[in-house]
């Protein structure tokens, strides 16, 4: 049972409408058994036999029940999460609910602030069974090698600079690093974006890319420059001889992933070069 509520707890689930009550409804939690959503959370017009998405937690006597208010992250999940009061137990982040979440003083890697945001994962203690935050993530991010390759999509969320460029969690669960010649744009702690692995290194750990490898990343480009030509009248103060600071301002990218898809674009006959601007051919 305790590891069928570790499993399920503080995660979102849909789930079916099994009867209602003076209290609520009770929704079929699998192997959960029955869970009660209290009748504030309960949909207008909901009725046995339909499906509600759900977040389940424990209230304040242990017992899992279900809301329909779906927090910032779940278990398993790292967030930016700002910290709203502090005790002489912990510190307690708004993560989207009106019960904050609570982060122990032994699970705060520096000790928390009111009014400022930290980088904390959601877990289940395995204790209690409730759930609750930490900001120690090295001890949370994965060690193990992950099933990563060259070019994936990944989501990512920035921890912050580094020598190299940026240090980011990859799908919140393993360290990436973003060398600071791939990115073209000012990154903050918290920042939550999508972008790719550039490369799985031999020691397994993973260079990554906010710009999608290859000839895709090329395409998308044409495309964008061709969108911002329309949006422009026709013409686009920009070439393969501006200065990178400007295209990098532009379009985000390198000159060289730039001139790469003005060449493209050149060859299909959509633009003419001139000088000092590109023209909708």
């Known amino acids: 049972m305790f590891y069928i509520l570790w499993a399920m707890l503080g995660t979102i689930h849909t789930l079916t409408v099994l009867r209602e009550t003076d209290h609520g409804i009770y929704l079929d939690a699998l192997e959960l058994g029955d869970v009660l959503m209290p009748t504030r959370y309960v949909p207008e017009n909901c009725q046995p036999g339909d499906e509600v998405e759900v977040f389940l937690y424990l209230d304040s006597e242990d017992r899992p029940v279900a809301t329909n208010e779906l927090p910032i992250v779940t278990v398993g999940e790292v967030g930016y999460l700002e910290a709203v009061s502090v005790n002489d137990v912990g510190a307690f982040l708004d993560w989207g609910l009106p019960k904050d979440l609570f982060v122990p003083f032994r699970e ?20 209690s069974q409730r759930i609750a935050g930490t900001s120690r993530l090295d001890r949370m991010i994965s060690k193990t090698p992950g099933d990563f390759y060259d070019g994936q999509e990944v989501e990512l969320i920035i921890a912050g600079d580094t020598d190299l460029g940026y240090k980011a969690i990859v799908n919140h669960t393993h360290w ?20 790719y692995i550039r490369k799985v290194r031999e020691d397994k750990k993973l260079d990554l890319t906010l710009h999608r490898p290859g000839y895709a990343k090329v395409t998308d480009l044409a495309d964008a ?9 026709g013409t686009l103060s920009l070439t393969d001889k501006s200065p990178a600071f400007e295209i990098s301002d ?7 992933v730039f001139k790469k898809a003005v060449g493209q674009l050149y060859r299909k006959k959509m633009i003419v070069l001139e000088d000092g601007r ?4």
């Open 108 to 127: 705060q890697k520096t000790e928390m602030e009111e009014g400022r945001s930290y980088l904390v994962m959601v877990y289940v203690d395995e204790k």
């Open 176 to 195: 990436g690093v973003l060398y600071e010649n791939e990115v073209f744009e000012v990154l903050k702690r918290g920042d939550a974006m999508t972008g």
């Open 225 to 233: 420059i061709m969108k911002q030509i329309t949006e422009d009248g």
């Open 250 to 256: 532009a379009f985000g990218v390198s000159k060289k």
């Open 278 to 281: 590109i023209r909708r051919a």
